[in-house]
């Protein structure tokens, strides 16, 4: 048992026994993660635990807060034979364990009522049972419904059972029925098949009198909330099974609520929400698709087609991440939309979500065939832990006292246990390379409005005629434009000269506040090697505004290339704090049209001396 203050090692060999349990000095580990943020807390290489994510589970069975770990062993290792048993870890050694009738499938721990204590049930899946156990002891045992039976397939039985047909004729007619019939032959009719000649009619004796049946199995399992989305709330048990169909049992009375579709097997699957209110179930079939199925449909209202099939399937947040053969670890929308997509250097075993809502992390580990564990955090890696196996089964949560206990069983039956330091910080290490993580981040995209509705189902319809409409305003605005610079260059209102043998340039400063101001004006010629002669400069302006000491200046030659400032006062006679508009004109003395035409905006004086 892990205490809420004290962290368990067993690498170390100085032990000491306290009030507290057992304290194990810390040691070096070869394992131990490559960043410092998890402590080796456990690591039994001989549990001879054979299980899969599927079949394991943490949860509190006994009410006290301390969380065990459950685990559906599927036999076949070493230390106590082959048998199938249902154990239960607590602290550092095997509690209990029970016998299994048959080889399991799935595992999940859900509260099934409201009574106090507060203890969770546990579903086993073999076969087309699910086996329910309460306090750890049987409680309840649910069958999948029977599947129709071929009708053909039955009277082929019921002739061979009356004598009719020889067992060789029977055989020849199941054989044409399995490749033409829409309804599957039965085990019965499966295993006649296989037999050779001279078992047929020592199987159809020992069998025609049984009633033929088609019973599907339970592909994967899982909970779904009932009304409430507390963490002990009342959760119904989700099964998939063979026959391409998902059931969702009531807790109490263990009854089909409801039964839903599917174009393929699912092998795993995630739920969320609640079935009162509204929920979403995340299936990853056989044949390479995920497809997601809401309350108000019994089909899949969602298909991704993936690149390679799926060996892992997680629901983080709002997101799905699901991993494939290819190696890739993908993460989707509820609605199938992808969202990134990172490439992995090892296959993927298995993976399981990581839940930290005190710190508010959610991530996703990966179990690798290259003997490590990787931490996602959406597409960056966050934390990689190496183990001495292959990975086989991931469980994060509460274990004992502690919440961020990370537990792995391994290919060759070890179990090893692992605790979050309350240290430990996540950042990003985004070594993939691609977009930034920003280009990923959804945009807050406002609703559509009635208004935008009726204006676009309006330009939908007169779109031709606003084309149009668009193209002629388009045109005119292109005239007027014309028009206007041709006025322009005729008439010499820009302050740039482009005329044979006289290209100028001028700009205009004021200086001073008021009344008095200094106006210079930069003429430059910019031609390239031919100098401008007999120019001037005339100003026009209100005379009742302003006075100035030279309206009319003459220019001297203009050296191509070189800035000519000419300065002149410009006196303000007006008390009523208002402004106006000089014209300054270059002028030629062999034309009457001028140069350039500039315009300046006078400021307005600051008062009257």
């Known amino acids: 048992m892990f205490s809420s203050n004290v962290h368990y090692y067993l690498f170390g060999p100085v032990k000491r026994y306290t009030k507290r349990g057992l304290v194990v000095q810390p040691a070096m580990s070869e394992w131990s993660g490559e960043d410092g943020k998890w402590l080796d807390a456990h690591f039994d290489p001989v549990a001879g635990l054979r299980t899969f994510t599927s079949c394991a589970a943490l949860a509190d069975l006994s009410g006290d807060g301390d969380g065990r770990l459950v685990v559906a062993d599927l036999g076949g290792g070493g230390g106590g034979g082959a048998s199938m048993k249902l154990k239960v870890y607590g602290g550092t050694a095997l509690s209990s364990e029970s016998v299994l009738l048959d080889l399991p499938c799935g595992l999940a721990a859900f509260f099934m009522d409201l009574h106090e204590p507060r203890v969770p049930a546990v579903a086993v899946a073999s076969g087309p049972c699910v086996y329910v156990y309460k306090n750890l002891r049987p409680y309840f045992k649910f069958t999948l419904p029977g599947l129709d039976v071929n009708t053909l397939e039955q009277d082929v039985w019921q002739q061979a059972r009356e004598g009719h047909i020889d067992p060789p004729a029977v055989k020849e007619t199941l054989e044409s029925l399995r490749k033409k019939a829409d309804v599957p032959l039965s085990v019965r009719s499966l295993r006649f098949l296989s037999l050779d000649n001279e078992h047929l009619e020592g199987f159809v004796q020992l069998h025609k009198e049984q009633p033929i049946k088609r019973q599907t199995v339970i592909t994967c399992m899982g909970t779904l909330k009932k009304s409430t989305a507390e963490e002990d709330g009342v959760s119904c048990l989700l099964i998939g099974t063979e026959s391409a169909h998902l059931y969702v049992l009531d807790p109490e009375a263990f009854v089909i609520l409801a039964k839903l579709a599917l174009p393929a097997p699912p092998t795993m699957m995630d739920a969320t929400g609640q079935y009162d209110v509204e929920f979403r179930i995340t299936a990853a079939c056989r044949n390479g698709n995920v497809y997601i199925l809401r309350r108000d449909s019994d089909k899949a209202k969602y298909c991704v087609e993936l690149s390679a099939h799926p060996v892992g399937l997680v629901r983080v947040g709002k997101n799905i991440v699901v991993g494939t053969t290819d190696q890739n670890l993908q993460g989707l929308t509820q609605k199938g939309k992808k969202l990134w997509k990172v490439l992995l250097p090892a296959p993927i075993c298995t993976m399981a979500g990581m839940d930290l809502p005190a710190r508010g992390f959610q991530g996703v580990l990966v179990g690798l065939a290259n003997c490590e564990v990787h931490l996602y955090r959406d597409k960056n890696l966050v934390s990689t832990i190496k183990t001495p196996d292959t990975v086989s089964a991931i469980c994060f949560g509460r ?150 000491r030279n309206p009319f200046l003459k220019i001297p030659l203009l050296v191509p290339g070189l800035v000519y400032p000419v300065q002149t006062l410009v006196e303000c006679t007006s008390d009523q704090g208002i402004s106006d508009i000089i014209k300054v004109v270059v002028l030629h003395e062999e034309q009457s049209t001028p140069l350039l035409t500039a315009h300046i905006n006078m400021p307005v004086s600051e008062g009257i001396n």
């Open 399 to 548: 274990y004992g006292r502690e919440d961020g206990t990370l537990v792995v069983t391994m290919k060759g039956g070890g179990l090893m246990v692992k605790i979050l330091k309350r240290t430990a910080e996540f950042r990003d290490r985004d070594s993939a390379p691609g977009p930034p993580a920003a280009q990923s981040v959804r945009l807050d995209v406002p609703k559509k409005t009635k208004l935008y509705v009726d204006q676009t189902l309006r330009e939908r319809e007169s779109s031709t005629a606003m084309h149009r409409a668009f193209q002629m305003d388009l045109v005119r605005l292109r005239l007027a434009a014309a028009k206007a610079y041709a006025k322009a260059l005729e008439s010499s209102l820009t302050p740039v000269s482009s005329r044979p043998g006289r290209s100028l340039k001028m700009n205009a400063v004021v200086q001073g506040l008021g009344p008095s101001f200094k106006l210079t004006l930069n003429v430059q010629n910019t031609a390239a090697c031919r100098p401008v002669l007999n120019l001037a400069i005339s100003f026009l302006y209100d005379q009742s505004l302003y006075r100035m």
